[in-house]
């Protein structure tokens, strides 16, 4: 008897846990990530794009589908994965005023990776050409109905 309700106070515990997870993202205030994402109509990576989202726009969680969050976003309504968004903004200051004057969205996106402007300088003096295909790599720019394409001529799930 005693076992049993162990058992149930511990899966009411976890329930309560996760509903109190759910609870507390609706509403919650995120800003994006990455340099750039789409807010999408459904909760995939091959859902329609909404709207563009840039780095530091800030969105509003309407409801979450883990890993994906509906938000409420500058272009609109819509899906954006987990990955591309966090729960709070960088702000750099540079002594009494903002930094963003002198700092560019490729400099932050750099420093969060652990890159600074002489490790950069390093690492191309050092692997040129292991640098130039990363660059080659970020151009590429592949639309939604490209890649779905891609998914179906190889017969692959669109999850």
């Not at 990576?45 to 976003?73: D, R, Y």
Request: overall charge positive.
């Amino acid at each position: 008897m005693r076992k049993r309700y162990s058992v149930s106070i511990l899966a009411l515990a976890a329930l309560l846990v996760m509903v109190w997870g759910q609870v507390l993202a609706v509403g919650q205030v995120l800003t994006v990530q990455v340099q750039k994402t789409q807010l999408r109509a459904a909760p995939s990576f091959t859902g329609k794009p909404v709207a563009a989202l840039s780095n530091g726009q800030n969105v509003t969680v309407l409801e979450e589908n883990s890993p994906w969050f509906m938000v409420n976003a500058p272009g609109g309504k819509g899906w954006v994965h987990q990955s591309a968004v966090a729960e709070r903004k960088v702000s750099l200051l540079a002594g009494s005023r903002d930094a963003a004057a002198t700092v560019d969205d490729r400099e932050v996106s750099m420093a969060g990776k652990g890159f600074n402007q002489e490790i950069e300088q390093a690492y191309r003096k050092d692997n040129s050409k292991g640098y130039a295909a990363m660059e080659k790599m970020l151009r590429f720019n592949y639309t939604p109905e490209e890649c779905t394409a891609f998914l179906d001529a190889g017969q692959r799930s669109k999850k």
